[in-house]
T-cell receptor, first 113, second 112 residues
Framework: AQSVTQPDIHITVSEGASLELRCNYSYGATPYLFWYVQSPGQGLQLLLKYFSGDTLVQGIKGFEAEFKRSQSSFNLRKPSVHWSDAAEYFC???????????FGGGTRVLVKP | DGGITQSPKYLFRKEGQNVTLSCEQN?????MYWYRQDPGQGLRLIYYSQIVNDFQKGDIAEGYSVSREKKESFPLTVTSAQKNPTAFYLC???????????FGSGTRLTVV
């Protein structure tokens, strides 16, 4: 079973609207958590990461994510989406004991004008 | 600028042939990784190496082989034993995994 789940395969949002992408992890202890973005045919770029401290994490490109232990979630948010945010987004975790990054299945974001 | 270089960007091979994908990094990272990406399946770990001359199988290692003779290089060979080799392959590296990985721009392999 996948240890990181992204329930939404596709999300369509209007330019200027807010965006929230869901991510759930299954590791019992607190894992290291990441959000990456991938433009078509390209590699992945790190948006933000969390492993301790403040549960609200700020990243690049105006993104933030909130770690909620009670919900085993690490959802990504952006208050106002730009057309350039259209891409695929991947949530990932590293279990505390290792270095292997496991990804969710990804969420493709489409931005309507 | 430091980074990870994957070459070539596109690769076509006939069925039954082995093919080697190149991955080079100048970030002085100890650890390197290979992932396979298929539509709708996210990224799956093929092999990883935490140090020169050592590597471990990931979740889908069957039909693949790697070597790590130099810190900068981690080539992946897709052998004829890999039943469905057509995919997008991504290489990554890290100092410590918890710092996040740096990814290359990928190689799209098509086997005909």
């Amino acid at each position: 079973a996948q240890s990181v789940t992204q329930p939404d395969i596709h999300i369509t949002v209007s330019e200027g609207a807010s965006l929230e992408l869901r991510c759930n992890y299954s590791y019992g202890a607190t894992p290291y958590l990441f959000w990456y973005v991938q433009s078509p045919g390209q590699g992945l770029q790190l948006l933000l990461k969390y492993f301790s401290g403040d549960t609200l994490v700020q990243g690049i490109k105006g993104f933030e994510a909130e770690f909620k232990r009670s919900q085993s979630s690490f959802n990504l948010r952006k208050p106002s989406v730009h057309w350039s945010d259209a891409a695929e987004y991947f949530c990932g975790e590293i279990k505390a004991a290792g270095n292997k990054l496991t990804f969710g299945g990804g969420t493709r974001v489409l931005v309507k004008p | 600028d430091g980074g990870i270089t994957q070459s070539p960007k596109y690769l076509f091979r006939k069925e039954g042939q082995n093919v080697t994908l190149s991955c080079e990094q100048n970030l002085n990272h100890d650890a390197m990784y290979w992932y396979r990406q298929d539509p709708g399946q996210g990224l799956r770990l093929i092999y990883y190496s935490q140090i020169v001359n050592d590597f471990q199988k990931g979740d889908i290692a069957e039909g693949y082989s790697v070597s790590r003779e130099k810190k900068e290089s981690f080539p992946l060979t897709v052998t004829s034993a890999q039943k469905n080799p057509t995919a997008f392959y991504l290489c990554a590296s890290s100092i410590e995994g918890r710092d996040g990985y740096t990814f290359g721009s990928g190689t799209r392999l098509t086997v005909v």
